[in-house]
């Protein structure tokens, strides 16, 4: 039921790495859980296992989201990633997982290059906009659980004051990963093999949060968000199926 034992140390040292990531920086803990733990667990263990970690340590912040985000604007986005969602498990259930290890970690350097870049869309959200950057979304998340960079660089150019921001963000998410929870549910993802290791992935991921939120304000937010950017570029090379005739 359990991976061997450098499988499960590489698991959990890759869920330490996201949390502090997550904790100081407010990003990129799927960027780096997920191409290290597919690696060591296989794409269609470690999708279902971070998306039961991330969304059950974020339910404390669904109520004053709830009462912040703008709704429509959200759930527009949600209605998106439902249409994209299932196409995204579909890849996950598929495709040959060394393909998928190729794409995820491809997928995760463009997403850091999105990040990095600092490109935002500017203008305010419209509905058929939000509907493809939400089905975008899904897509990724159903893949890989990483379909965070799109929806942040949808809503992060101004047109909207920061803390609604961050609530339409908390309301989204929560709406996207109930839908991939639904999806992998129905797909047989979500077993009791992915349900043990969120059990154990959970305690350093939650750690790592605390820690990284700590660490933040002992340096400044350029050099929190550089050294985020390294683990994820690090992270997106060492998931690399090229490296596993070395393991």
Do not use: K
Not at 27 to 53: K, N, R, W
Not at 63 to 86: C, H
Not at 208 to 228: D, H, P, T
């Amino acid at each position: 039921m359990l991976p061997d034992p450098m499988a499960l140390a590489v698991t959990l040292g890759a869920a330490l790495a996201a949390g502090l990531a997550r904790g100081f920086s407010g990003f990129g803990a799927a960027l780096i859980f997920i191409p290290l733990a597919s690696a060591a667990l296989g794409p269609q263990l470690a999708a279902p296992v971070l998306l039961l970690v991330d969304n059950v340590t974020a339910l404390p912040m669904l109520p004053p989201a709830w009462r912040r985000a703008d709704r429509g604007q959200a759930l527009s986005l949600a209605a998106g990633a439902l249409a994209g969602a299932p196409a995204g498990a579909w890849l996950l259930l598929h495709l040959p997982p060394e393909t998928l290890r190729w794409g995820i970690c491809a997928l995760a350097a463009a997403m850091l290059l999105l990040l990095a870049s600092g490109w935002r869309y500017g203008g305010r959200p419209a509905l058929p906009l939000s509907l493809g950057v939400g089905a975008a979304s899904g897509l990724c998340s159903g893949a890989a659980q990483l379909g965070g960079p799109p929806v942040v660089a949808y809503w992060l150019g101004g047109a909207i004051p920061a803390a609604q921001v961050r609530a339409n963000l908390v309301l989204f998410f929560a709406c996207s990963g109930a839908i991939s929870a639904a999806v992998y549910l129905a797909g047989g993802l979500l077993g009791l093999q992915a349900a043990l290791l969120a059990a154990l992935v959970a305690p350093p991921y939650a750690f790592g949060i605390w820690v990284g939120s700590r660490l933040f304000g002992l340096a400044s937010e350029a050099g929190f968000r550089r050294a985020c950017f390294l683990l994820i570029g690090l992270a997106a090379l060492l998931g690399l199926p090229l490296w596993d005739g070395l393991r």
